[in-house]
C-alpha cells in the first residue's frame, strides 16, 4: 500500500512541478493570439491535483483507523471537517487532517492566482478566499504561516486593482499582523508552498526556507508602500518605502544601483519633511551600495563591447545621480540654516546666531538621543562604511560660516562629480541644473561671510557659472530656463553692486576706478533684467497687457528694481542723468499704472508698489532741478 | 526674492480636438454590429458620455462628429501650426485613441494610401501640400532673397527603445539634448523634401518599415510611438544680414491607449513583484509620488522621463504650438477605453505652452 501511495504522490509532485513551469516559463512564450495557453494547461493540472487530494487522502484516512476519527469527513463537507479538525491543527504538523488542509491550501492559492492571472479575478478571489478560510484556524504555524501571508498579499492586489484600495490595505495589514506574530511566536524557518510538494530528500534547506519566508513579508511591505500612496497617506507610504528598502539590504534581496537609486530618491522625501539625518543616512548608504555595483569600466574597454557600454553608461549615470542628490541635500541644509537665522532684510542676524549657538550647547545631549531613535539601514555588512561615509558632512544645520563653508565644500565635490556625466553636450537641461545649484551654493554660502568683499568675490563666481550658458542658450528650446538664467544673473548683478556700494561708502570719495566699476554692475543687471522682460514680449515685440500669475511677480519686480539700477547710474554729465532719470520715472510709472489697471497684482508687489508710487511723485522734482541746472549753465 | 517659474506662461495651451469615429461594418473589429451608442456630440464643443448613473458632458476646444470632413479636419487642426512653423515656431500634432479609433484615417487616410490626390487623405498629407504651398509663395514673393530647407526623419518608440524607420537596420538610438538645437534623436537618418510629395516618399518609406517591423521582429505597431519630424530652415538675405530661422513640425502617432496601462491609465493598481526577478521597479514611483510634495524645496528626482515625453518635452509645457487630435469610437463597447481618451484629453488641456520666436542674426555678410 505504502508503495502504491508514494508512486502515485510521486505522479502527483510531478504534476505540480510540471504547473509550476507551465505557468512561470512556458506561459512567457505563448502565443499572442493564444496568450494565456500555458496558464490553462498549468490550471488543468491542479486541478486534478485538487481532485486527488480530495479523494486519495480521504481513502487513505479511512484505511489507516488508527489515526481517528476525525479524518473520515467527505471531502464534500469541507466545513464541518474545518471544525471538527480544530483541535488536530494546533499542531497541524502532526496530523493529517492539517497537513491536507496545508496542501489543499496551496492548491487553492496557486489555482486563485491563475485565475487572476488569466483575469478571472472573481474565480480567483473565491479561491484564495477558500484558501483563507481552510486554515483560518491556525495560520500562525510553521506550515502555513508563508501561504496564509501570500494569500492575503495577492488578495491585496485584486482588490487595489478594483480600486477599494481600504480592503486591499486590510488585507495586506492581516498579512503584516501574521508574520510578526510568527516571528514573535516561533521565528524558526517555515515551509514554503512548494515544500508540500516535493519528495523529501529535494526540500530546500532552511536557509534557503527562511530566505524565501522574508521574501514574502518584503512582498508585503511594498505592497503597502503602493496603497498607502494611493492612499495619499505619504508618510505612511514613506515609511514602508523605507522599511522595504531597509529588509532587501539585510536579506540581500536586491539588485545594487536600483536600491542606490531609490535610497538617494527617499533622501528628498527626507529633505522635503527637514529630516536631514535621515537623509544623510539614505544618501550614505546609496553611496556605500552603488559601489558593490563594480567598478566603472574604462572608455576603452567600452569602445570595444556593447556590454561594457552599457554598464559604463549606466553606473556613471546612476552615480552622478546620486550626487545629484547629495547636491540638493547640502544647499537645502545650508538654506534652511539661512532661513532660520537670517533678519528681515536678508542678513545674518548676529544676535539670532548667539543665541542658537547657545541654544545648540544646551541640547548637545537631546540631539545624541534623535540620532539613536532615527530610523537605520542596520546591515552588518555595510554598517559601517554607511557610518564612515555619515562622517564626511554633517546633518545639523550650520550656524557659522565655517560650518557653512565644509557642508558647501562637500557640496560642491559632488557638483564637480554630477558635472562629470551631466556633461553640457548631450545633457544641456541636467547640466544647467547642475550648474544653477552650484550657483545656489555659492549665494547661500555668501550669506555666513562677514566680510564684504570676499562676499562679492562668491556672487563673482555666480556669473562666471551661469553667464556663458545664458549667452549661448537657444530660447526657443529653453524659453524656461532662459528666463531663470536671466533672471538670476541680473539678481547677482544687483546684489555684487550693494556690496561694492557698502565697501565705497567707507571710503571717503569713490575714485574712478570704483565709479566705473559700480557702473558696470548696475548696467549688467539692468541689461538681464531687460532681456527677461523682453523675453515676455509677443513676437510683435508687444508686452502682454495682463502678465500671467506666474510672471506676475517676477515681471513686476524686474521692473521696478531696473527702476532703482538706473536711478543709480553715477554719471557727472548732466544730460545723461537727465536721460536715466527718466528712464526710471518711466519704468516706475508702468509699476504703478499696471497696478492701477490690474487692481489684484498689488498684493504681489506691496512693497515695490509702495516705493514706485513715492517714486512716481518725488523723481519729476529731481528731473525739474537737472532740467533747471541745465538750463542756466548753457 | 526667488522667481516663482514652475510652467510656461501666456496662457497658449495645448488644443484639443475630439474626433468622433463613424461607426464601423464589417471591418472584423470586435466592435462591428455595435449599434448602442455611448455618446453624443452635443455642440461643436461638447460630448455627451452616457455613463451611469449621471451622463457626464466633456468641453474641448473642439468636437468632430461622425460626418466631419478631412479637410475640416486638416482646417481646424493642422492649418494654423503649419502656418506658424513658417514663422519660426515649433508645432507638434498629436493622435491619441485606441486602436481601432480611427487615428491612421484621421492623420494618412484610407488604406494608409500613397495616392495623393485621395479625396480621403489626412491630415498630414495635407500638411505637406499645404507647406509646400506657402514656402512656394514666400520664395516667389520675396523675389529669391528668402530661401528654404526641408529634412525629415521618422523615429519609432517601441519598449522605451529608439529605431530609426529610415534606416531599419540600425540599432536602437539616444536621445541627447543640444544647446542650440534642443532634444534630438543622435544619429537619426535626415532626408531631405523638396516638395509635398517627396515628404510623403519619406513618410510612406518609413511607414512601411514600420509594419515590417512589426511582423519580422514580432512587434506589433499599435503599441509603439511613431514620431515623424520636420525640419524647416528658412534663410533670408537682407541688406546687411542673413538671418536663419528654423523651426520642427513633429506629426506623432501614439501607441494605442489600451496597451498604454504600464504608464498612465492605471490607477491605483499595485505592482506586483514577481518572485523571480527580485526588481522591485515600483518602489522608485511610490517614492517619486512622496518627494513631489514639496513645500519649496528643491530637491531631484532620479527616475527618468520616458523617452517619448522627453524627445517632446518641448511640446508639452515648453515654447510650441500643440494640438492633440483625441480619437474616440462611439460603440457602447468602447465605453471603457472612450471615458479613459476623453479623460486624458481633459488632462491634457492643462499642460500650458508658450509660443515664442527665434530670430538668429548671423551679423554682417557682405
Known amino acids: ?634 | 526674492t526667488t522667481l516663482p517659474l514652475q510652467s510656461s506662461s501666456d496662457g497658449d495651451a495645448i488644443k484639443v480636438y475630439v474626433r468622433v469615429r463613424p461607426l464601423t461594418q464589417g471591418t472584423g473589429l470586435t466592435t462591428d454590429g455595435d449599434r448602442n451608442l455611448c455618446l453624443t456630440v452635443t455642440s461643436p464643443h461638447t460630448v455627451r458620455l452616457h455613463s451611469k448613473p449621471e451622463p457626464r458632458t466633456f468641453t474641448y476646444d473642439h468636437v468632430a462628429d461622425m460626418d466631419t470632413s478631412q479637410e475640416s479636419v486638416f482646417s481646424s487642426v493642422a492649418k494654423n501650426i503649419v502656418e506658424s512653423c513658417m514663422n519660426g515656431y515649433n508645432g507638434t500634432i498629436f493622435a491619441y485613441g485606441q486602436t481601432g479609433s480611427g487615428k491612421t484615417f484621421t492623420m494618412l487616410g484610407p488604406n494608409e494610401l500613397n495616392d495623393f490626390s485621395d479625396e480621403l487623405r489626412g491630415v498630414i498629407p495635407r500638411s505637406f501640400e499645404y507647406l509646400f504651398f506657402l514656402i512656394n509663395r514666400e520664395v516667389e514673393r520675396s523675389a529669391g532673397a528668402k530661401s528654404f530647407l526641408c529634412k525629415c526623419s521618422f523615429i519609432e518608440i517601441y519598449n522605451e527603445q529608439i529605431f530609426d524607420l529610415l534606416d531599419s537596420a540600425s540599432a536602437s538610438l539616444f536621445l541627447r539634448e543640444d544647446i542650440k538645437k534642443g532634444v534630438f534623436v543622435e544619429g537619426a537618418v535626415e532626408k531631405y523634401a523638396a516638395s509635398a510629395a517627396e515628404a510623403y516618399q519619406v513618410l510612406s518609406m518609413g511607414w512601411r518599415n514600420r509594419r515590417v517591423a512589426s511582423t519580422s521582429m514580432n512587434r506589433e505597431s499599435s503599441r509603439s510611438h511613431a514620431v515623424f519630424t520636420m525640419t524647416l530652415e528658412s534663410k533670408e538675405t537682407g541688406q546687411e544680414v542673413v538671418n536663419i530661422r528654423t523651426s520642427q513640425l513633429n506629426l506623432v502617432d501614439l501607441a494605442g491607449s489600451e496597451r498604454q496601462r504600464d504608464t498612465h491609465a492605471e490607477g491605483s493598481r499595485l505592482k506586483e513583484a514577481s518572485s523571480i526577478n527580485r526588481s522591485l521597479m515600483c518602489l522608485g514611483q511610490v517614492i517619486m509620488a512622496l518627494v513631489d510634495v514639496s513645500n519649496g524645496k528643491t530637491r531631484h528626482i532620479c527616475y527618468r522621463d520616458s523617452k517619448l515625453t522627453f524627445l517632446l518635452r518641448d511640446s508639452l509645457g515648453g515654447n510650441a504650438k500643440t494640438y492633440i487630435i483625441a480619437n474616440v469610437h462611439p460603440g457602447s463597447k468602447c465605453f471603457g477605453e472612450t471615458l479613459s481618451t476623453l479623460q486624458f484629453a481633459q488632462r491634457a488641456k492643462l499642460i500650458k505652452n508658450k509660443a515664442m520666436i527665434n530670430e538668429d542674426t548671423q551679423g554682417n555678410v557682405k
Request: charged content about 30%; overall charge negative; some cysteine.
Open chain 1, 1 to 634: 500500500m505504502a508503495s502504491v501511495n508514494s508512486r502515485e504522490w510521486r505522479a502527483v509532485c510531478e504534476k505540480f512541478l510540471r504547473s509550476q513551469e507551465l505557468s512561470e516559463k512556458e506561459s512567457r512564450k505563448d502565443p499572442e493570439n493564444d496568450p494565456f495557453r500555458s496558464k490553462y494547461e498549468a490550471r488543468e493540472l491542479l486541478k486534478e491535483i485538487y481532485c486527488f487530494l480530495k479523494n486519495v487522502d480521504a481513502d487513505e484516512s479511512e484505511e489507516e483507523e488508527e489515526e481517528g476519527e476525525e479524518e473520515d469527513g467527505q471531502c464534500e463537507q469541507s466545513e464541518s471537517e474545518g471544525g471538527e479538525a480544530a483541535g488536530g491543527r494546533t499542531h497541524p504538523g502532526d496530523s493529517r487532517a492539517g497537513l491536507r488542509a496545508a496542501k489543499l491550501g496551496v492548491v487553492e492559492y496557486y489555482l486563485g492566482v491563475n485565475h487572476i492571472e488569466t483575469e478571472e479575478l472573481s474565480a480567483g478571489e473565491e479561491h484564495l478566499m477558500s484558501c483563507v478560510k481552510l486554515l483560518e484556524k491556525c495560520a500562525v504555524t510553521r506550515e502555513n504561516v508563508s501561504l496564509c501571508i501570500q494569500a492575503r498579499n495577492q488578495l491585496g492586489i485584486l482588490w487595489a486593482g478594483r480600486d477599494e484600495t481600504e480592503k486591499a490595505q486590510g488585507f495586506l495589514e492581516t498579512a503584516k499582523s501574521i508574520y510578526v506574530r510568527y516571528m514573535k511566536e516561533d521565528g524558526q524557518p517555515p515551509l514554503d508552498l512548494v515544500d508540500f510538494f516535493v519528495v523529501e530528500q529535494e526540500a530546500p534547506s532552511q536557509q534557503e526556507r527562511m530566505r524565501r519566508f522574508e521574501m514574502v513579508y518584503t512582498h508585503t511591505l511594498y505592497y503597502l508602500a503602493q496603497v498607502y500612496k494611493n492612499l495619499e497617506q505619504y508618510e505612511k507610504a514613506g515609511q514602508y518605502c523605507h522599511s522595504t528598502l531597509q529588509r532587501q539590504l539585510k536579506f540581500s534581496q536586491f539588485v545594487p544601483l536600483e536600491w542606490a537609486i531609490n535610497a538617494a530618491a527617499l533622501s528628498q522625501y527626507y529633505i522635503t519633511k527637514t529630516r536631514y539625518m535621515e537623509a544623510r543616512h539614505c544618501l550614505a548608504a546609496a553611496n556605500v551600495i552603488a559601489g558593490l555595483a563594480g567598478e566603472v569600466p574604462s572608455e576603452a574597454a567600452a569602445k570595444e563591447s556593447e556590454v561594457e557600454y552599457e554598464k559604463r553608461e549606466q553606473l556613471r549615470q546612476k552615480r552622478a545621480e546620486i550626487a545629484r542628490c547629495w547636491i540638493k541635500y547640502c544647499r537645502n541644509l545650508l538654506e534652511d540654516a539661512k532661513k532660520l537665522l537670517e533678519d528681515n532684510i536678508g542678513e545674518l542676524d548676529l544676535d539670532r546666531q548667539e543665541e542658537m549657538l547657545r541654544a545648540r550647547r544646551d541640547e548637545e545631549e537631546e540631539k545624541e538621543r534623535g540620532r539613536k531613535s532615527a530610523v537605520l539601514f542596520d546591515s552588518s555588512d555595510t554598517f559601517d562604511s554607511i557610518c564612515r561615509q555619515e562622517e564626511k558632512v554633517s546633518s545639523v544645520l550650520p550656524l557659522i560660516f565655517e560650518e557653512a563653508s565644509a557642508i558647501f565644500l562637500v557640496g560642491q565635490g559632488y557638483v564637480a562629480q554630477a558635472k562629470e556625466y551631466f556633461e553640457m553636450d548631450g545633457h544641456v537641461t541636467d547640466h544647467i541644473e547642475i550648474l544653477q545649484d552650484h550657483s545656489a551654493l555659492f549665494k547661500v554660502l555668501a550669506f555666513f561671510e562677514e566680510r564684504l568683499e570676499r562676499r562679492c568675490k562668491m556672487h563673482k563666481r555666480r556669473v562666471d557659472i551661469l553667464e556663458p550658458i545664458c549667452k549661448d542658450l537657444n530660447p526657443q528650446y529653453y524659453l524656461l530656463i532662459c528666463r531663470q538664467l536671466q533672471f538670476e544673473l541680473a539678481e547677482t548683478f544687483n546684489e555684487m553692486m550693494d556690496l561694492k556700494l557698502g565697501v565705497a561708502d567707507k571710503q571717503d570719495q569713490p575714485d574712478a576706478h570704483t565709479i566705473k566699476k559700480l557702473n558696470h554692475l548696475c548696467t549688467s543687471s539692468i541689461k538681464y533684467y531687460q532681456m527677461f522682460l523682453d523675453s515676455i514680449r509677443s513676437p510683435e515685440g508687444k508686452f502682454p497687457e495682463k502678465l500671467e500669475d506666474d510672471l506676475l511677480r517676477p515681471a513686476l519686480a524686474a521692473k521696478f528694481r531696473v527702476a532703482r539700477l538706473q536711478s543709480k547710474i553715477i554719471t557727472t554729465n548732466l544730460n545723461a542723468q537727465l536721460e536715466n532719470l527718466n528712464h526710471s520715472l518711466d519704468s516706475y510709472n508702468f509699476v504703478v499704472q499696471y497696478c492701477e489697471e490690474n487692481p489684484e497684482a498689488k498684493k504681489a508687489v506691496e512693497t515695490e508698489l509702495e516705493l514706485s508710487e513715492e517714486m512716481v511723485s518725488l523723481l519729476p522734482m529731481k528731473i525739474n532741478r537737472i532740467k533747471s541746472k541745465l538750463a542756466s549753465s548753457n
